[in-house]
């Protein structure tokens, strides 16, 4: 059989598989002798949008160099299409192993976390955000090994003009959405752990931690819906395990742990202990959260009789997201559901104006007008503090005015009432 031999150098062999941009195809380069992987642009080049970001899917994924993300060798045109030459990971994505088994247990979803997270964390120090974190994007290969792919709708964090979808969209797998993606702000490293998260949860029960009939749907869960811990889906998962995730889940991004955080403390085998609190946001020099006390293999608590953990304040567990916008949330227009299970959707979001900053600490919502309130809610000894201050003072200054020496009356002082000229009973207050 006749095959072709694209851009006079690779020689494709069979096709993987297709995506919403591409189909991939099994290839051999044949200058250095080597299979790769090639994804070739569905149809043309003339939709420029398409185009670009099939070229920044190249140049953002050829910025990283690591283990656990599928590297990028080659970029560029042929016969009017464009083309993406890939490491090729001989295996099968997460999806398909989800789909064999119906759910995977908690070792080998813990290597999942430490290894996925480990790339996504390379992936953040570079600036970059993948925004599409979901089973079909993790490929496994003959070992086990995980890689992170498709870097198709990563963007650069600090680069608000490389926003290729139209304005007003944003596009991701609702299953997988963090909340405050859902609610229209911009995507940030925080947002690639929530995902990260749900699809760990997923791997673990089978089941995403949230599902409903419709897209709009899902997103107001990941808004303001608490996922059921898998302890009580009957899941044979470690308390420690399940608190970190749920940590993971957590509504607001700056609660969440970083993704180094999530590789240090799965790599370190603290998962297998039992339930800790996560550490408040550490400086970077501080120790990763792997002190957790490890608890033998044979001396686990028994999943069945652990206790779910009470969430800590402010901290680990879940909390109730923000009460729902006055808004209503905007209309969902679903696509076609993804070959890597989800609901693959882009939805219409009203423009929200990019603030400066960086990742998690640029997220709008978190300093908007519900500020305090969060502050109250997520520091309570710290406002009672300022609130017990507060209230002194203005004793004191009331004080002051009262019993100056100018004011200061055996009589009870009296409360001035402004009186109306003829209003009847005008001194009725006395
Ligand atoms: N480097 C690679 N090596 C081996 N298989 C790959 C590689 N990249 C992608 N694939 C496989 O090719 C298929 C299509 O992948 P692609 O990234 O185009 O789409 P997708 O991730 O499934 O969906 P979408 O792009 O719509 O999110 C998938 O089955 C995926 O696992």
């Known amino acids: 059989m006749h095959r072709v031999l694209v851009a006079d150098r690779y020689r494709l062999e069979s096709p ?59 970029f560029g045109a042929w016969e009017g299409r464009f083309y993406l030459v890939m490491e090729l990971v001989e295996g ?38 993948h925004r599409d974190i979901k089973p ?14 498709d870097f ?13 979808t139209q304005a007003g969209q944003i596009v991701g797998t609702s299953l997988y959405l963090a909340p405050e993606r859902a609610l229209g702000q911009p995507a940030g490293p925080a947002s690639d752990v929530y995902s990260l998260g749900c699809v760990l949860y997923q791997l673990l029960t089978g089941r995403p931690p949230f599902h409903a009939d419709t897209a709009t749907a899902i997103l107001y869960q990941h808004i303001d819906t608490v996922p059921v811990p898998p302890l009580r889906l009957g899941v044979d998962v470690p308390p420690a395990f399940e608190n970190y995730l749920l940590g993971m889940l957590a509504k607001q991004p700056e609660e969440r742990p970083t993704a180094q ?23 970077a020099a501080a120790p990763a959260p792997a002190a957790a006390p490890r608890v033998p293999a044979a001396g686990r608590v028994p999943a069945a009789a652990a206790p779910v953990p009470a969430p800590a304040p402010g901290r680990t567990a879940p909390v109730p997201g923000p009460a729902r916008p006055g808004g209503p949330l905007p209309t969902a227009a ?24 960086r990742g998690r600490r640029a997220l709008p919502a978190q300093r908007g007008a519900g500020g305090a309130r969060q502050f109250v809610r997520r520091r309570p000894r710290v406002a009672s503090v300022i ?13 002051m005015a009262l019993f100056s020496p100018d004011s200061t009356s055996t009589e009870t002082p009296r409360v001035e009432i402004a009186v109306t000229p003829g209003a009847p009973g005008g001194d009725a207050g006395r």
């Not at 790769?36 to 990283?64: H, I, N, P, W, Y």
């Not at 017990?388 to 009331?398: D, P, Q, T």
């Open 334 to 357: 679903p696509a076609p559901a993804g070959p890597a299970g989800g609901t693959g959707t882009t939805y219409m979001l009203p423009n929200v104006p990019r603030q400066g900053g």
């Open 16 to 74: 993987i598989g297709r995506g919403a941009m591409g189909e991939v195809w099994r290839a051999t380069d044949e200058v250095l002798g080597r299979p790769v992987a090639m994804k070739l642009l569905l149809g043309d080049d003339s939709d420029a949008q398409t185009a670009a970001r099939f070229r920044l899917e190249g140049q953002t994924a050829a910025r990283l160099s690591h283990p656990h993300v599928v590297a990028v060798f080659d």
């Open 387 to 399: 609130a017990g201050s507060v209230a002194f003072f203005s004793a004191v200054l009331i004080g």
């Open 261 to 283: 955080e999530v590789a240090d403390w799965f790599g370190s085998g603290a998962w297998q202990g039992r339930a800790q609190w996560l550490p408040a946001s550490a400086p």
């Open 136 to 149: 079909g994007n993790l490929m496994a290969d003959a070992d086990g090994t995980v890689k992170l792919g």
């Open 152 to 164: 198709g709708i990563a963007r650069f964090v600090d680069d608000p003009a490389a926003a290729l």
């Open 92 to 129: 099968r994505s997460l999806a398909q192993e989800l789909a064999a088994a119906g759910s995977l247990d908690a070792p080998r979803v813990a290597a999942v976390a430490a290894q996925t997270a480990a790339g996504l964390a390379s992936a953040h120090r570079q600036g970059i955000v």
